[in-house]
């Protein structure tokens, strides 16, 4: 489950040593919530951190946010998409749902039958398009198909979309990354 996907010690080993150097500037970019990562990493005072896919921020933590919000309006879509999940986690034991600010995301990382697992997100990922294109309270959702994971989000931007934007400020102002 989510819960128990935490960080070992040889990353708070070297997150420690990251944060000792002063010629680096360490973020990290999560889809987890801010609770958690403040929980697990607060203690870097040195590192940036990025909770939900820049939807929570609390504290320190530094928010870079997409041109546009998709996930105004509406909460709709949720229900649509959690009905759909639902019947794959019963039939799927191991599997979890997990409710996000920024979305749903079907976790199957602890289903025995890898194979069947595979299958059955491979299946929902489909179901989830066709769910999203035709439903019009769906719209603006997008359906990705990770490892061990089916998300359904309404956020417009991505990870790599905040990582492209550090960079090009970091750069902008010849500060080092």
Known sequence: TPEL???????????????????????IISGRDAHFLSDH?????????IAEHERRVAGRFQVWRPGSEEDSGSEDWRA????????????CPGSVIEEKASGIVWHFR????????????SALAAKLKEVVATEGCCRGARVTHHSKTVEVSRRSGTKGDVVRRICESR???????
């Open 110 to 121: 602890a289903v025995s039958e890898e194979a069947d697992a595979e299958a059955e997100a």
């Open 171 to 177: 750069a902008a102002t010849g500060s080092p990354l």
């Open 41 to 49: 990493f607060a203690k870097y005072n040195r590192v940036v951190l």
């Open 5 to 27: 996907a935490v960080p070992t010690r040889e990353v708070h080993d070297l997150l420690a040593a990251l944060n000792a150097r002063e010629d680096l500037l360490v973020h």
């Open 80 to 91: 649509v998409v959690r009905s759909v999940m639902q019947r794959v986690c019963q039939g």
